[in-house]
């Protein structure tokens, strides 16, 4: 199990100095070469559902492969460093696969428009973060999508690749983000990638199973810190968590909705929680991003502590 000195230092690093440039931001990197896999290896477009199968799993697969070999050759050369020198490397290498700073700051874009009575701005600024078409939103809509990205993405951009830190180290954050980012390009349900698209959705619901749910079980019980009630955090994770499409996502979206006693709701897909959403409550939901971070760091290293 990894130091927590390490996940401590990566979390502070990126919520202090935010993403790398494009040029050299491994989640960018590795998006390349994903889309390079996909023009030597394409999709047919859901004519041969089998081929496109078994040609998702090798383009998966090959890049999981490969950023193995990476991250096993940067622990390699870490080895050789002082011991505070290596943990400082894999603190750094580590910050560059979290999206703690622009999760907020991507969250918090659309209620300053609102704030600010832009609400064609805040339409435009949450489409950057969702999939549904905002055009049409009112301001009860948009916060709520805004709210139910920065939750769900909780897991996504910080939990998930903490977790998969402490028990793989370097391999295991770089790895969790790829297979994220493969579900991010290629887990849709259209023609191209219906089936190309598939075993990249499977791994990420996989993948995500166990974060998302520590995710949302420490977004409950430090719901105080945000304003939240704890009782109704921990209602929403037990009776609505699994009231969302995605087997994943709803944890931390249900808990949020009855922390903050508010609905949260997709158009025609679901709806969470009771209660008014405000603007208030959206900046509420920004800090509860801080403080389940930090209260999985804190339990971390008080389990570290313990073995």
């Known amino acids: 199990m990894i130091n927590p000195f390490v996940l401590l230092v990566a979390d502070l690093i990126d919520r202090t100095f935010g993403e790398l440039p494009e040029k050299v931001h491994p989640v960018v990197i590795i998006g390349n070469i994903i889309s390079k896999i996909q023009d030597i290896i394409p999709s047919s477009n859901s004519k041969n559902p089998k081929s496109d199968l078994i040609k998702g799993m090798v383009l998966n697969l090959s890049v999981i492969f490969a950023l193995l070999v990476v991250c096993s050759i940067i622990d390699f050369i870490l080895n050789f460093l002082p011991s505070f020198l290596k943990l400082v490397g894999q603190s750094i290498i580590i910050s560059t696969v979290i999206g703690h700073k622009s999760l907020i700051e991507f969250s918090k874009a659309p209620l300053e428009y609102i704030k600010n009575n832009d609400f064609e701005g805040a339409r435009k600024s949450v489409q950057h973060i969702v999939s549904r078409n905002t055009a049409e939103l009112d301001e009860k809509h948009i916060i709520s999508a805004g709210i139910e990205s920065s939750s769900e993405n909780i897991t996504d951009s910080i939990i998930a690749p903490l ?34 698209g598939r075993f990249s959705a499977y791994m990420d619901d996989i993948a995500n199973f166990i974060p998302s749910r520590i995710a949302g079980l420490i977004l ?88």
């Open 163 to 196: 977790f998969y830190a402490i028990f793989f180290g370097i391999s295991g954050a770089v790895i969790y983000r790829a297979i994220n980012t493969m579900d991010a390009m290629m887990g849709y349900k259209n023609e191209k990638y219906n089936y190309y």
């Open 220 to 307: 409950a019980i430090s719901a105080p810190f945000y304003g939240g009630n704890i009782f109704n955090g921990l209602k929403g994770y037990i009776y609505q968590g699994h009231k969302t499409p995605s087997p994943n996502s709803g944890y931390t979206m249900a808990v949020l909705a009855n922390a903050l006693n508010m609905q949260l709701e997709k158009i025609g897909c679901y709806k969470l929680g009771t209660g008014e959403i405000t603007l208030k409550k959206g900046y509420q939901s920004l800090k509860a991003i801080d403080c389940t971070t930090f209260g999985f760091l804190i339990i971390y290293g008080i389990v570290y502590a313990l073995i």
